[in-house]
């Protein structure tokens, strides 16, 4: 059962999709990430990438964020997300898109201040996603960049600053942040 852990949603239970298509992030996992995060929420531009339940642009919202963008390639879990985005009472806060994460990224000129990056595993989505960002110069100053992965290695971060890389589980969480400001 997931839920929402803490702010103005604590406690709201969410729905998933059924079946393996899509691998919820645990809650041992949200916690750690989220316990990283704490002090940089509040009034922050959130994106959840791969969103899945839409569970982690939902608890940043929960916790003060200001926006969330959710995008998801599967319309069936996007259904799943606008619904747990109304059982919060977070969907105002939302931008929530069925769309191919390369159609995404490739086409926003927007910036964000806190990406969650959790594609699903054995793919080369995390690292293809993470060098289109870089590109298109995504992530704003003293933003932050959550990559969930199963595999230890950390793909090529460009020039952020690795703030944290650890084991929860089988997920490896990297924690990477923006500390160059774009006129340097």
Known sequence: MMRIITGSARGTRLMTLEGDNTRPTSERVKESVFSMLQFDIEGRRVLDLFGGSGQLGLEA????????????????????????AQKTKLYDKCVILTKDYKAFLKGSKEKFDIIFLDPPYDTNMLSEALRIILEQKMLNYNGFIVLESDKDDIPEYGNLTLHRHSKQGRAYITLLINEVEENE
């Not at 069936?76 to 747990?84: H, L, M, R, S, T």
């Open 61 to 84: 919202l929960s916790r003060g964020a200001a926006q969330a963008t959710i995008v998801d390639s599967n319309p069936d879990a996007v259904k799943i997300i606008k619904a747990n």
